[in-house]
């Protein structure tokens, strides 16, 4: 997988203008501390820069003194070929835990998944000290912090978004992207450089990106749209099986 060139089935939709580009990386904080691995982006453990979501932290902080309430960093190998991106973290879930998807409904469905396809090894216990490790992928979001009701500002997911392109970037042997939901399908786009209209979001859509890497949309997993029946486990696999295919 890493390193080796993918074909991209059938399914998958061109825009036949693929070509070489480069992930750009915006020089957020360009000095690495020494205790940084120099493979992991550097990021503000402390960021500040959007006012609502500090303040959310800063009362979280008070109310859960025992929790992360801090911005939260990916997850996963950053060799890794495989991202996936999503929204941002959920307030009893990566907020609590610090690491993605960790503690929450949304964590349960998509650690399943991970365990099915041998994308990680552990026993998934909803705590970032379960054990678990993910084997070629990583897991980002395009918000770090958490939001009120879960819904960031598209002022917010636009100050967020030079991490995000910080993440992708550093990804050098990526082959393949799933986005979970619109927001973080649009902003994993635009931290590419590419436009949505381009790359339409649906689920489970196929898209090969101009630089060969390819990309699935899913519906999020999240505890609203599996309990509605908008994303069964069934469809959830499908993505994975359409992103991990050779
Ligand atoms: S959401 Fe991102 S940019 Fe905004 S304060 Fe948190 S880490 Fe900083």
Known sequence: MPGQPMAAPKCWKTTGREQTVTMTSAPVKPDVPPDVQPHVPYRDASCRLCPRLAAFLDDARARHPGWHNAP????????????????????????????????????????????EFGLSRGTYQ?????????????????????????????????????????DL?????????????????????????????????????GH????????????HCSRYNTQTGRLTEDMFRDVFRKATAV
């Open 72 to 115: 939260v960093n990916g997850f996963g190998p950053v060799d890794a070929p495989l991202a996936i991106v999503g929204l941002a973290p959920g307030m009893r879930g990566a907020n609590r835990t610090g690491r993605p998807f960790t503690g929450d409904f949304a964590g349960d469905l998509l650690f399943k998944m991970l365990d």
């Open 126 to 166: 909803s705590e970032a000290d379960d054990g678990v490790e993910l084997t070629g992928l990583r897991i980002i979001n395009s918000v770090r912090c958490v939001p009120p009701q879960n819904k960031p500002t598209g002022a917010e997911i636009n100050t967020c978004r030079q991490f995000l392109v910080q």
């Open 169 to 205: 970037a550093a990804m050098t042997r990526l082959k393949a992207i799933i986005t979970l939901g619109r927001i973080g399908h649009v902003s994993c786009l635009k931290a590419l450089n590419l436009r949505e209209k381009d790359y339409p979001f649906g689920h489970n859509a």
């Open 208 to 219: 090969v990106l101009p630089n060969g890497v390819r990309l699935v949309a899913s519906y």
